[in-house]
């Protein structure tokens, strides 16, 4: 179980949060131009990689609030945990 | 009778004597004994037989590390597969010798078990000279420090020694150190505390085992007993900012031919029954070892009475100190010598060394220490192989967790002391705590001695019985087997021969399987490895893992503010969600069928009254509220007036509906949304994803207000009357108060002015009795019928409920649950969400196209209708079907297919019954089902197969009941 | 209600293990076939090639050692109750190379047709399984729904008492259904096809893709480049490790699935159970262990180890259901990485590269899928076209949003 650090509310433990999948991933501005194809991509396919991975997460049992990280896949460990609003930071 | 106690000495309480039985035999020990101490003092090695060869075995080490001497307790309570050696005595304690398979209790454990959190600033797990030193060190700087230690008491491996520390027994300073931190506020300091499974970010579970050693209170003599309510045992949940991992080393066997006798036990074992119990383990003694540390175990049996035959040292190179301590007690040294096999059935007899037969009852084995790294490598920790040690040890550092002394691979005690201390001032600088100066403890000078030697197994004899892994009967041959088959890893060895999958998890084995693989592979043990370290260190039970999470705790139940109503009025239950919901409420002699029909028919013919306060609500607020509800529900919410109510439906992404339900608008800025009663809580995140990570910019705020308000909705012809009687200042016609508009009134004084969408919270608490209780009316129907459903505060909800029923008492007002609501939804085809929808149905597929805007350029799953398999026309549509028969009940679930004949499998099938009921209006049973083309169909007959029969039934149209909409005004 | 013979009872002696399973042999530079990934699929595809094929010109590559993923990671449940015709097609179909295996490998693989129960507790649960039973009826599957007094005669020690937090209300049968020795599944089926003449090469990670166009022309590996005229995907987990050096997108997320054993006890747990409601799934195996699984873990993860509060609520729920459980203990918890689709259905098909094959998003089916599996595969490899029972899982189905959702109502797809 890990600690995360809620931007907002600082360390809790894993179990108040929930995850969101991969983050920077916008719904498309406009759906309706869009392929059958890139549609699905945009539903269905999401990258998957074994080491850094910036992803969305939610304080679901805290302040609900939702924010992105860096995390390594295989050790679990946060790199980096930012807002919404920020920008990903350079991973090594 | 306990022929092999020492007259004086160990930490055993002589005054008190316990009565035990073990394998049939009654026995007695005392307190502070364990179970296999009290066994060896009676001269009892043998505790049962192996598992798969059935040969004879015993207790062969003084704690966990123990491959042998598995137990069963039968009394007080059945629990399997303990070992002997960690069973503290108690009186009346009942034990047997197992092979292998323990045994269950039948019958369910009543103890009680539980769980605490605790947060340090440093955990320091083992309390013996390296522990204890690093917990001074940092409870003298200040630190939040906890302390666990397995053991019933602190010390460790001093507790089965005659070292000494500042010139004194060195438990006489384990007792200053233990008295020192209890002085300290922010320590906490657990015995009988086994640190198990060691986590991210400094997460450590330990299992705290807080009443067993007291017995049960008939069988108590003296002394404390374990209350009634104590938890027996409990799950520590400790956060610290470091673990010091000071958990000391496992003494490792050496293995050779037949190794697995009772009366074969490791050195440092026969040391602790000695020192710490008063237990002469034999009376005439072979040591055989392959380092130092097994010499003082031989000096001090000697030196207890015991006649040490010899020492044989595998190394040809002895230490000088130690063999003048052998010789000035006669004890022989074989240098360079090694134990090729032993004799003897029941308890070893003697020992064969090279050649020579000399005859013993016990046989003490050291082949060096294992570092206890198992909490280490848990967290991520990698190992190094050590070839002095011939062990894993601590391959690197590791943010947030050290190790020190035994099982850092540090030997002696001297180095142990310094070691905790180093690396508590390591872990304080890190966590911004200044070490203080004090003086540090003095061992007495080490023996020097000679390096160890690394020796797996003697290869003198039959591999068969030279026993690797003695609880799994593995031996070298097994080894030497799989490597022939063609394994190359220890991972397929350890499978192949299951060597270390046994109660002690490969404690003395682990290492020994790597060894004799490398050995017979010719390969480096360091480039081989170990199998990897997997919580828990020793086996937990399942029951200390649940805690508290058993029975009406397992999950919450939820209820409503009218529940103990529900409960007077003798409501038979239905779990939805996490809530408890009246499915119906029976009169005497009434069961189900009968009670739904007449909940039916009075809510048809009268007026009924529902507990709906399990439904989902958020109050969804702010400049943008109605742009954003625009977006979520597939039909459009932006047009809706202030004071008017509006059906919608929300879709995933992929176009499947996920929820429905109704929206008031109460302000231009400000919505009350419901949701289904199970999809309350992901419908909140889901809109909060959507607001927070896609529409930042749109100014709206949720707040979940379930629990805030209740909901009764007073359903049927009658109800017209029955809430104007309740509320006279509102004006309940049609005109003044039409279908899918909502009023807010007051209930009690005639005094106005509250706004009803304030919570109680805010008003400051209860008014006072002559206070209005402010109400919200709505015009909303699941039933087709005249309905108005009623909310209020919680707080007020029980007072308005009955103010409702008395009110409707002369109208003969009967209150229904969900299946009655579920019976007249579904004769008006509303779906329910999760029941006639599976995660594959749009609202198309519904018959709900009228709930799909046309007009919105973007909803939530719009773009996903457009794709070809929502296009194929022969999608599962729903539809009634009415079976033929007018008393044929479908059951829910049941498969339609064509028929009327069953051709042999695989059966086409159209779809299936998503609800079933019998219609009290209709007279007759029906039923909803999701049918392929299933519109395109109606008034066709097709099939379904129930109970080994085919039934035929009519598609017909979804609404069956009042399709005209006749009644919605009354 | 059906009764089956217990074949093995828990508790009994295993079996002697053959003398020689495999060599370990070098890497030939090119073969006709290469396959990633020496699991349960890789190797019974390997098999199936030779045995039903005669190819044999096969290298199947292992990073690690063979069987020692996912294969020896799950709770060995073998049953073929899905709700879909697609699904139930393949597992069926599974089932039944499954009732021959032992014979057809000629090793001893412990399958026990012990009879699964799927426990109903609302219901919602009820309808939903009722609804599987009929479909698996129609399709030829032996399916049961059992009252929970029915339940009590199946497995006696589940607690149907109805002061349960959630009572049991019945559960779906499949008495067909059982457990078998996952180690010895991965080496019977490695024996066989060593024994064929297929090179199982250990130790021997995939770096990248030998491309010509739009053609596999062979793989490059840490024991240097081998040519292949054909090369199959059976990675589960690192799958998209793979497809990513090609730049191929596939819809399939790894994450942590944990499972744990007890210590060996005396047979009390004489079938399967599972629940999705209270969440715990449990078996006895022969040896006596209890075996445990839940829910996987609920982000990506690649570590081969998940969260201990998932184990704690999973003690929770077993001790819920099963009272004599409570001490019982906790010998030894694990993970794998399991590769999930959005439908928690395979992918399983062609790709756009010639002669680059797919096999992955099994999530938690794969082990009960494996002969099936590795017969449709070898089938496929062989002719360039899948084999109907694989042919619905192609990765289109994503695009035409004809999914084969397996999460809705099928209980727990473990």
Known sequence: MQLITCPYCGPREEAEFHYGGQAHVPHPADPGSLSDEEWAHHLFFRDNPRGPFAERWVHALGCRRWFNAVRDTVSYRFHHIYRLDQARPETP | ?970 | ?414
């Open chain 2, 1 to 970: 009778m306990n022929a092999l106690r020492l007259p004086a000495g160990g930490r055993i309480d002589r005054s008190t004597t316990y009565e035990f039985t073990f394998n049939g035999q009654r026995l007695t020990g005392h307190p502070g004994d364990t179970l296999a101490s009290a066994l060896l003092a009676h001269g009892i090695h043998r505790t049962g037989t192996s598992i798969k060869l059935g040969r004879p075995r015993g207790i062969a080490a003084a704690w966990a590390e123990d491959p042998n001497g598995l137990i069963q307790i039968e009394e007080p309570f059945p629990e399997p597969m303990l070992l002997a050696t960690t069973v503290e005595l108690t009186d009346g304690l009942t034990a047997r010798g197992i092979p292998g398979q323990g045994r269950l209790a039948d019958v369910p454990d009543s103890a009680r078990y539980d769980a605490r959190h605790s947060h340090a600033d440093l955990l320091v797990i083992g309390a013996g000279p390296t522990g204890l030193c690093a917990a001074l060190t940092a409870a003298r700087a200040g630190a939040r420090v906890v302390l666990v230690d397995e053991q019933s008491e602190a010390g460790g491996y001093l507790l089965g020694s005659t070292d000494r520390i500042d010139g004194g027994p060195a438990l006489d300073w384990v007792a200053a150190a233990t008295a020192e931190l209890a002085g300290f506020a922010d320590v906490l300091h657990l015995q009988r505390t086994t640190a198990f499974g060691h986590f991210d970010d400094g997460f450590v579970l330990a299992l705290e085992r807080r009443t067993d050693h007291l017995g049960t209170p008939t069988h108590v003599l003296g002394g404390e007993t374990a209350p009634p309510h104590k938890s027996r045992q409990r799950v520590w949940r400790i956060r610290a900012r470091h673990v010091l991992v000071a958990a000391g080393a496992h003494e490792r066997p050496v293995v050779f031919s037949d190794n697995d006798r009772p009366g074969i036990m490791l050195a440092g074992g026969a040391r602790t029954y000695l020192h710490r119990y008063g237990v002469l383990a034999g009376r005439d003694v072979v040591v055989f070892t392959t380092n130092d540390s097994a010499y003082a175990a031989a000096v001090d049996l000697a030196d207890a009475g015991a006649r040490v035959h010899a020492v044989v040292d595998a190394r040809a190179a002895t230490p000088a100190a130690w063999v003048q301590k052998c010789v000035r007690r006669g004890i022989p040294v074989r240098a360079g010598r090694l134990v090729t096999g032993t004799e003897g059935v029941e308890r070893i007899t003697a020992v064969a060394v090279a050649g020579e037969r000399i005859p013993c009852d016990l046989l003490l084995v050291s082949g060096g220490w294992n570092p206890a790294v198992h909490l280490f490598s848990q967290a991520g920790g990698t190992l190094r192989y050590d070839g002095g040690l011939g062990a894993f040890v601590p391959g690197e550092e590791r943010d947030g967790v050290s190790v020190a002394g035994g099982a850092a691979g540090v030997a002696e005690l001297g180095g142990c002391l310094a070691d905790g201390r180093r690396a508590a001032e390591g872990a304080l600088g890190g966590l911004g705590f200044v070490p203080v100066d004090s003086p540090s403890p003095v061992a007495e000078a080490h023996v020097d001695g000679q390096p160890s030697l690394v020796l797996w197994r003697v290869a003198d004899g039959d591999q068969r019985t030279q026993f690797v892994d003695l609880q799994r009967d593995a031996t070298v041959a097994d080894i030497a087997c799989a490597i022939g088959a063609g394994m190359r890893t220890v991972e397929h060895v350890k499978r192949y021969t299951t060597i270390g999958t046994a109660h002690d998890q490969g404690k003395t084995s682990g290492v020994l399987a790597s060894g004799i693989a490398a050995e017979l592979l010719g390969r480096p043990v360091g480039e081989l490895g170990t199998t990897t370290f997997r919580p828990p260190y020793t086996p937990v039970a399942f029951a200390a893992l649940a805690g508290r999470d058993r029975g009406s705790l397992f999950d919450p139940e939820r209820t409503t503010a009218v529940h103990a109503w529900h409960v007077a009025r003798g409501a038979v239950w239905e779990d939805v969600g996490q809530w408890k919901r009246p499915r119906y409420y029976p009169l005497p002699g009434e069961d189900m069928e009968a009670a739904v029909l007449r909940e039916c028919a009075a809510v048809r013919g009268g007026v009924g009254i529902l507990d709906g306060s399990t439904l989902g609500k958020i109050d969804v607020q702010g400049p943008d509220a109605a742009e954003f509800l625009n977006r979520l529900y597939t039909n459009m919410i932006a047009t809706l007036k202030v004071g008017s109510v509006r059906y919608g439906v929300m879709c995933g992404a992929d176009g499947m509906v996920i929820d429905d339900g109704t929206v008031l608008r109460l302000a231009g800025d400000r919505f009350l949304v419901y949701t289904t009663t199970g999809g309350a809580a992901a419908v909140l995140e889901w809109m909060e994803e959507w607001l927070q990570t896609e529409w930042p910019d749109l100014r709206v705020y949720l707040t979940s207000v379930t629990e805030q308000w209740a909901t009764f909705p007073v359903v049927g012809p009658r109800s017209r009357d029955v809430i104007g009687t309740v509320f006279p200042d509102v004006d309940v016609s049609n005109a003044a108060f039409p279908f899918m508009t909502w009023r807010d009134t007051v209930l009690g004084s005639n005094r106005s002015g509250h706004d009803a969408s304030t919570p109680r919270s805010a008003r400051g608490g209860r008014p006072a009795p002559d206070q209005d209780v402010p109400v919200r009316l709505a015009r909303v129907s699941f039933s087709g019928e005249l309905a108005y459903e009623v909310n209020v505060d919680s707080w007020y909800a029980r007072a308005v409920w009955e103010r409702l029923v008395a009110a409707g008492e002369r109208h003969g007002i009967t209150p229904y649950g969900t299946e009655t609501m579920h019976v007249l939804r579904a004769e008006k085809a509303y779906p329910i969400v999760g029941q006639d929808t599976d995660g594959t149905v749009t609202p198309h597929d519904l018959g709900m196209s009228w709930a799909v805007s046309k007009k919105k350029p973007f909803f939530v799953g719009k773009r996903s209708f457009h794709r070809a398999d929502n296009q194929r026309a022969d999608r599962k549509q729903l539809v009634a079907l009415l079976p033929v028969d007018r008393n044929l009940f479908l059951p829910e679930g049941s498969q339609v297919i064509e028929g009327p004949s069953v051709p042999e499998p695989p059966i086409p099938m159209l779809g299936h019954v998503t609800s079933s009921y019998r219609s009290a209006a209709l007279e007759r049973t029906f039923a909803l089902a999701l049918v392929k083309a299933g519109r395109t169909r109606i008034g066709e007959t097709v099939h379904v197969p129930v109970a080994g029969a085919l039934v035929p039934v009519e598609v017909a149209e979804p609404v069956v009941f009042d399709p005209e909409g006749a009644r919605r005004d009354g």
């Open chain 3, 1 to 414: 209600m059906t009764t089956v013979d217990r074949a093995v009872p828990p508790g009994a002696d295993l079996p002697e293990h053959a003398d020689f399973l495999w060599r370990n042999p070098e890497p030939k530079r090119s073969y006709d076939v290469v396959i990633v990934g020496a699991g349960g699929h890789g190797l019974a595809t390997a098999h199936y090639l030779a045995k039903n094929h005669g190819i044999r010109d096969v290298a199947v590559l292992e990073r690690s050692w063979l069987g020692g993923g996912n294969m020896c990671r799950n709770t060995t449940i073998i049953r073929s109750n899905y709700l879909w015709d697609e699904s139930s097609a393949i597992y069926e179909h599974s089932l039944k190379l499954w009732e021959t295996l032992e014979e057809d490998l000629g090793y001893p693989i412990l399958f026990s047709q012990r009879g699964v129960l799927n426990l109903a507790h609302s219901l919602q649960d009820v309808r939903d399984s009722v609804r599987r039973v009929e479909a698996n009826k129609l399709n030829g599957i032996d399916a049961e729904w059992l009252t929970p007094d029915e339940v009590k005669k199946v497995c006696p020690i589940v607690n149907t008492s109805q002061e349960l937090r959630y009572p049991v209300l019945g559960a779906t049968y499949q008495p067909r259904a059982g457990i078998a020795r996952h180690d010895y599944v991965a080496w019977g089926f490695a024996r066989r096809a060593d024994e064929a003449g297929i090179d199982i090469i250990q130790d021997c990670a995939v770096t990248g893709f030998r491309t010509a166009g739009d053609r596999i022309t062979g793989v490059r590996t840490t024991r240097g480049d081998i040519a292949a005229g054909k090369v199959v995907l059976c990675a589960a987990g690192t799958t998209t490790v793979l497809t990513d050096m090609l730049g191929l997108r596939i819809p399939v997320q790894s994450h942590p699935l944990q499972a744990l054993v007890s210590e060996l006890l005396e047979p009390v747990h004489p079938t399967v159970v599972m629940s999705n409601h209270v969440h715990v799934y449990v078996s006895q195996a022969h040896k006596g262990e209890l075996v445990m699984g839940a829910g996987v873990d609920p982000y990506n993860g690649y570590g081969q180890r998940g969260a201990f509060h998932v184990i704690e609520r999973q003690m929770a729920a077993a001790v819920e259901l099963f009272p004599v459980f409570a001490r019982a203990h906790l010998l030894r918890s694990w993970a794998g990485v399991v590769d999930v689709c959005p439908d928690a259905s395979p992918v399983v098909g062609k790709t756009p590269y010639e002669g680059l094959y797919l096999n992955c998003g099994w999530g938690t089916g794969g082990f009960k899928a494996t002969p099936g599996l590795g017969w449709s595969l070898a089938h496929m490899i062989a002719n360039d076209e899948p084999h109907p029972c694989i042919a619905p899982f192609g990765l289109d189905r994503f695009v035409t949003g004809a999914l084969i959702d397996e999460h809705g109502a099928a209980g727990v797809a473990h």
